[in-house]
């Protein structure tokens, strides 16, 4: 459920969405250009850092001639501002992009700006698709270099931009865990028990389960606001895992499956008949979740997911990467590349399948 504008909004409807599109290298085009694609405009005569120079075209993967470059060449007047480097957005766009080798892109201007150390990147974005448009994006960088910023969408910007993120929740991160046991290939899901949208997204977690053996998957509870019981389930959640972590699972999908029930007049005792299926003492759950300690725990975690830029529920964090997996947002077979390809980036066995998700 969405509390305000996805974090990504602002920045993947301006780069043609970093959760939708998909990225190759950034050096050459294998599509065909939009005619009247125009040049960004110059912010300073001088520039400040050297212009990539786009590699020559080769064979393509199918060993055919690739097509026409469809970027304008790259003219150094437009590369005013010494930060980011090109590399630099180059490594940042392939860490959203990467997963889909159909998508390419040109660095096409780093320039100052008013704001003292804010920088504008302009980018050209088209795909290997015959007559496929060319489209200009652009974002602004930070002066500490670490947020891009488009629209009103503020996402962590560099070389690996999702490292901080990755090892916030490696330390931080203290839901009911289930999968591998240790957090090389760390999956968060950030849900609220009142939530629809989450409800319907545990499906899609249930397929990464087997389609990622080697994944250790935490339920980190974010309940907002609008959902009157939601806090309360959270802090059930808390005891019960406190008491024995692999029942908080039949007990979530207690909830979940009763939430219609979630009301003033039947909500307190919906969420004690979910505590019974899941093995455990409805009226020590009820004590537990009332002391200051358990509300602060959940306190806690609604903490820790606005600061690392959770906005919304359900939200997957993969290794660090926030990715909107509610109201069909996002298909699972590009999830699924996406989890894929952040395996591959960090470095990581994601395993085999298992036998009924090969099938």
């Known amino acids: 459920m969405k509390i305000s504008k996805l974090m990504l909004a602002g920045l993947a409807s301006v780069l043609s969405v970093a959760v939708a599109a998909g990225a190759q290298t950034g050096t050459t085009g294998t599509a065909g250009a939009q005619t009247g694609a125009t040049a960004p405009k110059a912010a300073a005569p001088a520039p400040a850092q050297k212009a990539t120079t786009p590699a020559p075209l080769k064979l393509n993967d199918l060993g055919q001639m690739s097509r026409p470059d469809p970027f304008p060449p790259v003219n150094p007047k437009y590369f005013t501002a010494a930060t980011p480097t090109v590399d630099t957005v180059n490594s940042f766009l392939k860490a959203l992009?990467?997963?889909?080798?159909?998508?390419?892109?040109?660095?096409?201007?780093?320039q100052k700006t008013e704001a003292p150390g804010v920088s504008k990147v302009v980018v050209f974005v088209s795909d290997k698709t015959a007559n496929a448009k060319v489209q200009s994006s652009a974002f602004f960088v930070t002066p500490d270099g670490n947020h891009a910023i488009a629209g009103d969408g503020v996402i962590p910007f560099g070389a690996n931009p999702f490292a901080e993120i990755r090892k916030t929740l490696e330390t931080r991160a203290d839901g009911a865990a289930r999968g591998a046991a240790g957090k090389d290939f760390l999956m968060v899901e950030f849900a609220d028990l009142q939530c629809p949208h989450c409800k319907e997204a545990q499906g899609t977690i249930d397929q990464l389960m087997k389609d990622f053996p080697n994944a250790r998957f935490v339920f980190q509870s974010f309940?907002?606001?609008?959902?009157?019981?939601?806090?309360?389930?959270?802090a059930?959640?808390?005891?019960?895992?406190?008491?024995?972590?692999?029942?908080?699972?039949?007990?979530?999908?207690?909830?979940?499956?009763?939430q219609d029930a979630l009301t003033a007049e039947t909500g307190d005792a919906t969420l004690k008949n979910a505590v019974t299926k899941a093995g455990l003492d409805?009226?020590?759950?009820?004590?537990?979740?009332a002391t200051q300690a358990t509300k602060d725990e959940v306190n806690n975690s609604i903490k820790l997911a606005e600061e690392i830029g959770v906005n919304e529920t359900p939200m997957l964090a993969v290794n660090g990467h926030l990715l909107p997996i509610g109201n069909t947002k996002l298909s699972y077979e590009t999830l699924k590349k996406i989890v894929?390809?952040?395996?591959?980036?960090?470095?990581?066995?994601?395993?085999?399948p298992t036998a009924s998700a090969a099938k």
């Open 97 to 110: 992009w990467g997963y889909d080798s159909n998508r390419i892109w040109r660095v096409e201007a780093i």
């Open 223 to 234: 309940p907002l606001t609008q959902h009157p019981f939601a806090f309360k389930a959270a």
């Open 236 to 258: 059930y959640g808390y005891c019960i895992e406190k008491q024995k972590n692999d029942a908080f699972f039949p007990y979530a999908a207690a909830v979940f499956d009763t």
């Open 282 to 289: 409805p009226a020590a759950i009820d004590a537990c979740a």
């Open 340 to 352: 894929a390809y952040q395996a591959q980036m960090d470095g990581v066995n994601p395993g085999t």
